[in-house]
């Protein structure tokens, strides 16, 4: 019979987690949040992780944005993306997506309105891709749908813009549905 026993996990062991499991970037004060632990020590336990991936020959990488920090890819490898995840959409099933980032998380009944019946085509096909969260609405019939980190590791977008007002209209063109 053999006895197993658990190492303790390293603070920078545990934001690497978090990291890997956000697939988004990351504050400082949520970082220490999930971790629980003071946001100094979650600073120290960062700065120990960006120095080990700095340091190691790996295809990930801890990258700061303006809303944090993320584990993503190296830039070296991004055309490994394109080529093992090659993307066939269609042009009515790409306007659908780019307005559920644009407008997300959105009412299923509000992007039908905005881009026209054909979302119910494309719905489906972007969930399966990876790229679209369907998650019913706690209160009415229809689903909140919002993109995911494939889309956003896919695309190579770190944050989206805000909402362009009465621009966004343009994505709505409901004639290339």
Request: aromatic share 10%.
């Amino acid at each position: 019979m053999f006895s197993f026993f658990v190492l303790p996990m390293s603070l920078a062991s545990k934001i690497e987690a978090i990291l890997y499991l956000k697939a988004q970037p990351v504050s400082i004060a949520e970082i220490a949040e999930c971790a629980n632990c003071p946001r100094h020590e979650a600073e120290e336990g960062l700065l120990a992780l960006i120095n080990d991936y700095a340091h190691r020959e790996t295809a990930l990488e801890i990258a700061e944005t303006p809303e944090g920090y993320c584990l993503q890819l190296r830039e070296a490898y991004q055309d490994l993306v394109q080529t093992l995840i090659p993307l066939d959409l269609g042009v009515g099933a790409l306007r659908t997506l780019a307005a559920i980032a644009l407008k997300g998380p959105i009412a299923q009944t509000d992007l039908v309105e905005l881009r026209g019946s054909g979302v119910y085509q494309h719905i489906p096909e972007l969930v399966d891709l990876g790229f679209v969260r369907k998650r019913r609405q706690s209160e009415g019939r229809s689903y909140w749908l919002q993109v995911t980190s494939k889309f956003y590791q896919y695309f190579q977008v770190e944050k989206l813009p805000q909402p362009f007002g009465e621009g966004i209209a343009s994505v709505g063109d409901q004639g290339s549905a």
